[in-house]
């Protein structure tokens, strides 16, 4: 009884034990192999929206590898197989068929001649990183190989061996090795190619320039002798292959989108994904990029005489915000490696078309109204026109498109500088790290930095809200490098309502291509060839960079040009060195439709015909204009005023009790005497109401450009110590009279014609008082404070 109870225990042990063992052994073999089965860098590989190379960099371990791709070319599939495992479609991972050969040769020679490795083995070789060939390290792989065969399709364990394999030098896997050294990609192999290829892991050390080419040729002619022999292709091509050449030095992979790669790879190390994916596919189209480089090379070439070192260049679909051309740089032997595309940089101007478009929506600009173009002063700030002239009044889109400096300055005053900042947030201006306050006035003439990335956005979204003008939501989205899925109309809808309405952003596109040309683009309207283009140009304080961005329904190209080390040269302006280099793009990319009138986002008004805005009970002749709809009204125009003149028509009259005379009333258009100072200058068709007999006008003849009523104003203090001082200027209607000046009750002098008075005030408030011969006077307050920085 006791001896079979025994028996029985010993019976369960047993199988116990074999139960266990067999569950480890199992779960051995289940878990045998690492995931990710190879734990190597990679080389990150940049290709366009078609599949084409961008460019690469080597791996983390200085070898060229790139990731295994989709599919291995059939030619080589079909050459490495005949060359390594002609039975590798039906065996399971180990062919006992050709291990017996091989035993049978290693047993003859006495010593490893042949191991009759499958692609399977060979597999689990490269990724154990084992080259000792014994019996022991042969049943390890046969033992995996079988694994890898369960887990992995015969596709697959073909896609992992080619991306492993060595190739010779510092390249690892087919795809490297086909651009290395063939300079193509490994779809377009030839037969003798992909035969050269083959032979090479069993032997990598065979390609070398002068050394083992006879070896070589001999084992690639043998294995295209087989492969022809078995039907993959006809006796001609075989004698077409053998003719090809071997492969001499590792040749450059292209380098097409160096910058957007470096861009691409800091991106994925700061968000800790160095070890995901290193095949990026992004939007750029090849043939773009390759374009567009080149004329920024030879570009540079005529920068570099005037001491403009570098140059960029970016193009994005306007609908989609993709980026299509991205070079960050000009291949120059000045900093060549900065990405200008990312890199902030003063903005110029290139603000002033989103201030025009935003006062549109809140009526207080009319398209052609009248704004005051005179020399400035607010507090310390004196912005200047480029021109260093002033054209008095000037409609706004004309002062758009002239891109002139003191309008836009005194219209942001109006408008809120932080009002404006915010604003330019809510766009996609990604650089305004400060309130608004803190940039002030200047913050439309480049006070703030921005890339050429935020503005390319900018000028694409500006150009997609006046396209869709069904849209309620905020077309502005920052532009992309990868692919966007969805509509052409951009991504998903944005959050938050649209910042400008679709009438004003297509009424700030019309007055941008008024926006004069360079060079032979200049009398492109008289063409009928030629492509309408909104554009606009930019120049930063000191000459250190150059702007020039242009959209149109399906482009926006943005350029920039100047020094990445920020100096400045004369030579350098939007205008004369951006401008060609935009258009010289433009010409090579096809021309598309204009914008469409967005008849439902506009609403068409009666405007006075001189002034711009409203018509008032005086303005004559009337026109038509645009406006966005739902926008603010404006006030009436009141330069158009009446007067009261003799039957001739040739002087007022003043009613003051006495006699009548025959009178005519009539409206007339009047400007402030600033304005009408400098106006008249340009206009020499302006005429001023006749003069009243005997009796001076209401309203005063002269104005006084600067100081401002109440303003502060700084005052430098000289080398010396001494204090600064101040350049009056005022303006009279009469080009003959003659001003009197005084300070605080002190005389001055007097001036005629040019009315400029030099002061040296005192710390503390003033007063600068004015009187003409007519009697006439002006007064204005002020505060000096002096600045000793």
Known sequence: MRRGAQRLLSYITLRRVFFFGGAAV??????????????????????????????????????WRFAAPASVNPKFAAAITEYEDRRFRYHIGVDFIAVMRAAVQNLRAGRIVSGGSTLSMQTIRLMRRRNARSFFEKAVEAVLALRLEIGRSKDEVLRLYAANAPFGGNVVGLEAAAWRWYGRSPDELSWAQAATLAVLPNGPGLVHPGRNRDTLRKKRDALLERLAARGHFDTGTLNLARAEPLPDEPQALPMLAPHLLDRIVLAQAAAGREGGSSRYTVSLDAGLQARAAALLNRRAERFAAEGVMNAACLILDTQTGEALAYVGNADTPEAPDVDIVRSPRSSGSLFKPFLYAAMLDSGQLMPAGLLSDIPTRIGSYSPENNTKSYAGVIPANQALARSLNVPAVRCLRNFGVDRFARLLRTLGVTTLFRAGEDYGLPLILGGAETTLWDIAGLYAGLARTAMYPGRTDNLFFPPAYFPRSGPRTGDTPSAGSAPLSAGAAWLTLEALTSVVRPGEEAAWQAFASSRKIAWKTGTSFGFR????????????????????????????????????LLFEVFSFLEAPDWFPKPYGALDTVSVCALSGFPPGPYCGSLKYADIPRGAAHHQPCSFCVQVTLNEKQDRQVVFSGGEKEQTVRRGWFVLPPAEEWYYRRWNLDYRTPPPAAGVSRSAVPMALFTPEEN??????????????????????????????????????????????????????????????????????????IFNDE
């Open 711 to 784: 303003s502060e104003v700084y005052v430098p203090i000289e080398i010396d110590g001494s204090a600064g001082y101040l350049v009056l200027t005022a303006a009279h209607r009469n080009s003959a009279a003659m001003i009197h000046w005084h300070l605080d009750e002190a005389y001055l002098g007097a001036t005629e014609v040019f009315h400029e008075m030099e002061i040296r005030p005192a710390p503390g408030p003033h007063t600068v008082f004015l009187v003409d011969s007519a009697g006439n006077t002006l007064s204005r307050r002020f505060t000096v």
């Open 545 to 580: 960079d150059a702007w020039a961005v242009g959209v149109t329904t399906r482009w926006t190209v943005a350029v920039w040009a100047g020094n990445a080390s920020g100096e400045g040269r004369a030579e350098l302006r939007g205008a004369n060195t951006a401008a060609p």
């Open 26 to 63: 199992f779960l051995a073999f289940a878990f045998c192999l690492p995931d990710p089965l190879f734990d190597v860098p990679y080389s990150p590989v940049l290709y366009d929206r078609n599949g084409v190379l961008l460019g690469a960099r080597v791996a983390g371990d200085g070898q």
